[in-house]
């Protein structure tokens, strides 16, 4: 029975991670064909265009080599389930990273500490009567000033290359692939009876030699407190994404519940 699930469960990885690599590769593709039409010229101009195209090469060759270090295919034994994992993983931080383009401009807003870019036409919830009357500027090339800002321009290129640094932060904290206490025992075992130390008189069972020894509980607490803090970074980042997520999605959310009832 545990056979049989494993197998169904190995089948149902295999069926969505292939239809997850062909969306992925099929998003670079008409991506990159609507910049091939645009010219490169998107409403932030030329430096958009390319920074938009370099997300779009590394959402490609993340999904590409996540697909190439499965374990189905990894028959020359140059890559692991770990390579497989950690390519997974910056492949679905470029997927969500347009999504945070976005909600990184909608908490700027929220916060007011900066002034994100007019909306076509205006923004009604503005503070004053003159942003609320103002909407986006654009040329005969629908290249708008507001984009072409330093931090605008800059912030094409940062939203994905920040969501990858976050992807390599996780990947560093995650401990190895399987990798768990009891496979390091036997190392310690092979150590231990060299280092043991005579059974003290009156020690019948011989416990002071097959005891646990200093150096093998000092090697298991630093793992402890190593795999601790791994997991204390990886889980900030989750909660930080998540109340970042719910300060975002929230009131969108509500509105639409309001909207509707």
Same mark, same amino acid.
């Given at each position: 029975n545990v056979s049989v699930n494993k197998n169904?469960?190995?089948? &149902?990885?295999?069926?969505? $991670?292939?239809?997850?690599?062909?969306?992925?590769v099929l998003s670079f593709i008409f $991506?990159?064909?609507?910049?091939?039409?645009?010219?490169f010229v998107l409403v932030g101009g030329y430096n958009m265009g390319l920074?938009?195209?370099?997300?779009?090469?590394a959402i490609a060759y993340f999904a590409y080599m996540t697909w190439k270090t499965a374990p189905s295919r990894g028959t020359d034994g140059r890559h692991t389930v770990e390579d497989h994992r950690n390519y997974a993983i910056r492949s679905f931080g470029q997927i969500i990273a347009p999504i945070l383009y976005r909600y990184w401009y909608t908490l700027l807003f929220i916060f007011k500490v900066y002034r994100v870019p007019y909306l076509n036409e205006g923004n =009604?919830?503005?503070?004053?009567?003159?942003?609320?009357?103002?909407?986006?500027?654009?040329?005969?090339?629908?290249?708008?000033?507001d984009y072409e800002r330093p931090f605008d321009a800059i912030f094409c290129w940062l939203y994905w290359i920040s969501a990858w640094v976050v992807s390599e932060i996780v990947i560093a904290y995650l401990p190895k692939h399987q990798q768990?206490?009891?496979?390091?025992?036997?190392?310690?075992? &092979?150590?231990?009876?060299m280092l043991a130390t005579t059974p003290e008189p !009156?020690?019948?069972? !011989?416990?002071?030699?097959? $005891?646990?020894? =200093?150096?093998?509980e000092i090697?298991?607490?630093?793992?402890?407190?190593?795999?601790?803090?791994?997991?204390?970074?990886?889980?900030?980042?989750?909660?930080?994404?998540?109340?970042?997520?719910?300060?975002?999605?929230?009131? &969108? &959310?509500? !509105?639409?519940?309001?909207?509707?009832?």
């Amino acid at each position: 029975n545990v056979s049989v699930n494993k197998n169904w469960y190995r089948r &149902i990885h295999r069926f969505s $991670g292939r239809v997850y690599i062909l969306c992925a590769v099929l998003s670079f593709i008409f $991506g990159q064909w609507f910049i091939f039409l645009k010219k490169f010229v998107l409403v932030g101009g030329y430096n958009m265009g390319l920074a938009f195209s370099a997300a779009g090469f590394a959402i490609a060759y993340f999904a590409y080599m996540t697909w190439k270090t499965a374990p189905s295919r990894g028959t020359d034994g140059r890559h692991t389930v770990e390579d497989h994992r950690n390519y997974a993983i910056r492949s679905f931080g470029q997927i969500i990273a347009p999504i945070l383009y976005r909600y990184w401009y909608t908490l700027l807003f929220i916060f007011k500490v900066y002034r994100v870019p007019y909306l076509n036409e205006g923004n =009604p919830n503005a503070d004053t009567e003159t942003d609320k009357e103002q909407a986006l500027v654009c040329n005969d090339r629908d290249v708008c000033g507001d984009y072409e800002r330093p931090f605008d321009a800059i912030f094409c290129w940062l939203y994905w290359i920040s969501a990858w640094v976050v992807s390599e932060i996780v990947i560093a904290y995650l401990p190895k692939h399987q990798q768990s206490k009891p496979s390091n025992i036997p190392e310690v075992q &092979i150590i231990v009876p060299m280092l043991a130390t005579t059974p003290e008189p !009156g020690d019948n069972n !011989g416990e002071g030699a097959r $005891g646990s020894s =200093p150096d093998e509980e000092i090697a298991e607490n630093i793992m402890d407190n190593q795999l601790a803090t791994r997991a204390r970074v990886v889980n900030f980042i989750g909660c930080l994404l998540a109340v970042l997520t719910a300060m975002v999605s929230g009131p &969108i &959310i509500i !509105g639409l519940v309001a909207a509707i009832f």
